[in-house]
């Protein structure tokens, strides 16, 4: 893709040139993950997270026909309020820039504006992966085939419990992902510090996992690394208790019949209806503790 789709603001622009520490931070998480005025907040204190853990963050978005790296404080307001935000993964780039429609980028889409700006540690909530009966609906997320060819680290608490998480971590050993654990020997699932799976690697600093990133990218082995880092235990669900819940709302969407993006907003936002908003509290406070860790790894890939 043409960098010149690329804006930064002063404050990015400035880490870059002189080789400062930067984390990447998606859109779609504003847009769709959760309700104003929570977004809002959120995402303001996620940059503030980074900033204090010295690192500068970079919030990507689409807007205006160009891929903006970092967003000001109108910006993030537009990304939190707006209702038609559009959600945009790596198919979706040519049309939403050509239109000059506003694009929410998701995990996959968040990967390639980091890439293309020279990021190379993003900070997410979950990623998607293999959906639930996968193997019916071949309903795979796109963040899967970019870890597996985008030289980005991925930060976040596991991939969401929605998901089919065994069959998530399949799909990504066969394209070659390493899957550290960050102080964990068990995947996260989320909401839940456990999911009953292993990770590949267990690591236990910020400077353990910088040095198999850059190891990594010294070999040439195109591809991210997803950093599994469990929601703090204060936060945490029961896996048990949120399992039965996602049941329930899995049921619910296949009885009204959504599917392809609709699916993870339509479960996450009942979710939090059945669970009270107690997984909003979960899911902000696991986004907060990914910024902190994905801050300190930048900080340790410049030493």
């Known amino acids: 893709m ?18 400062k520490p930067v984390v990447a931070l998606e859109t779609t998480i504003i847009s769709h993950g959760m309700p104003y005025p929570q977004n809002i907040e959120m995402a303001k204190k996620v940059e503030q997270i980074i900033r204090d853990n010295g690192a500068v963050p970079a919030t990507i ?31 979706d780039f040519p049309y939403i820039l050509s239109s000059g429609k506003i694009g929410a980028t998701t995990v996959s889409a968040t990967m390639i504006g980091a890439a293309l700006a020279g990021i190379e540690v993003f900070a997410t909530g979950g990623i998607g992966g293999v959906h639930r009966e996968g193997e019916v609906t071949m309903d795979v997320s796109a963040d899967l085939t970019e870890l597996a060819q985008t030289n980005v680290a991925v930060v976040c608490a596991g991939a969401k419990s929605i998901l089919d998480i065994g069959r998530t971590l399949e799909f990504l050993e066969t394209h070659g992902v390493p899957v550290v654990g960050y102080k964990t020997s068990e995947f996260p699932s989320f909401y ?39 929601v703090p235990a204060e936060a945490a669900m029961e896996h048990s208790e949120i399992e039965g819940v996602i049941q329930q709302a899995l049921a619910e969407a296949k009885d009204q019949n959504v599917t392809g993006k609709k699916v993870t907003p339509f479960l996450l936002a009942r979710i939090k209806q059945l669970t009270e908003g107690r997984s909003l509290e979960t899911n902000i406070a696991l986004v907060y503790h990914n910024a902190e860790v994905a801050a300190q790894i930048a900080v340790a890939l410049k030493k």
């Open 2 to 19: 043409n960098t010149s789709y690329l804006t930064f603001t002063d404050e990015v622009k400035d880490a870059l040139a002189n080789n």
């Open 61 to 91: 978005g689409i807007m205006d026909g160009k891929i903006k790296i970092g967003l000001n404080e109108q910006e993030l307001e537009a990304f939190a309020t707006i209702s038609h935000v559009e959600k945009v993964s790596r198919r």
């Open 192 to 230: 839940a510090r456990e999911s009953g799976y292993g990770v590949d690697f267990r690591l236990e600093e910020a400077a353990e996992v910088a040095d198999v990133l850059r190891t990594k990218w010294e070999l040439g082995l195109a591809g991210g690394a997803l950093i599994a880092n469990p």
